[in-house]
């Protein structure tokens, strides 16, 4: 473990301020159910934890880019598991670019996560991509911050509702034309 010493200076007094770096903080585990290939139900675990991480490298796997921080930043990991064996890890400085890069991953194995947030209307808007919170997006009608958010890790009901990330960001981008023209 790495530890980082911040010294900071208040009215002549030396405070020093140790951070432990690549240590799992504020870790959530979700028990979620999945389809596999041929429809066969699995029973997967989704674990969330952020880590302080020097100089860290993210690969943007929704948009095949690689981005190199300089400094100390705050970087969402999440991890799935499954009673199969399957595991896969993804990173981000975002949660919602770590939940959907994951996604991509697993989803190219031919498993679907039955949760909402892998259903075509729920996205996880800029306002929650630090959270694990989505919100339900119809055509025509804007977001208000009213509008009731949904764990994206509660169980999806609707099978026919769940699709790919590539389909779900087109519906985001779909609903984000159609409300335009729509005033605030």
């Avoid at 095949?64 to 400094?71: L, R």
């Amino acid at each position: 473990m790495k530890i980082l010493v911040t010294e900071i200076i208040l009215s002549g007094i030396v405070i020093k301020k140790l951070d432990a770096m690549n240590v799992k903080n504020n870790l959530e585990t979700f028990h979620i159910k999945c389809l596999g290939q041929n429809k066969k139900n699995i029973s997967a675990t989704i674990e969330i934890w952020t880590e302080k991480i020097e100089n860290p490298e993210i690969e943007d796997t929704i948009d095949n880019k690689t981005y190199n921080f300089k400094g100390i930043f705050k970087i969402f990991f999440i991890k799935y598991s499954d009673e199969t064996g399957k595991v896969d890890i993804n990173k981000s400085d975002r949660l919602s670019n770590a939940f959907y890069g994951l996604r991509k991953k697993i989803e190219k194995t031919g498993i679907r996560m039955i949760i909402k947030g892998c259903n075509i209307n729920f996205y996880m808007i800029p306002q929650l991509q630090y959270s694990t919170k989505a919100v339900e997006l119809k055509l025509g009608e804007r977001f208000h911050r009213e509008n009731r958010k949904f764990s994206i890790f509660q169980s999806e009901e609707d099978i026919s509702t769940i699709t790919t990330i590539e389909e779900q960001i087109n519906f985001y981008n779909k609903w984000a034309q159609s409300i335009k023209e729509i005033p605030y």
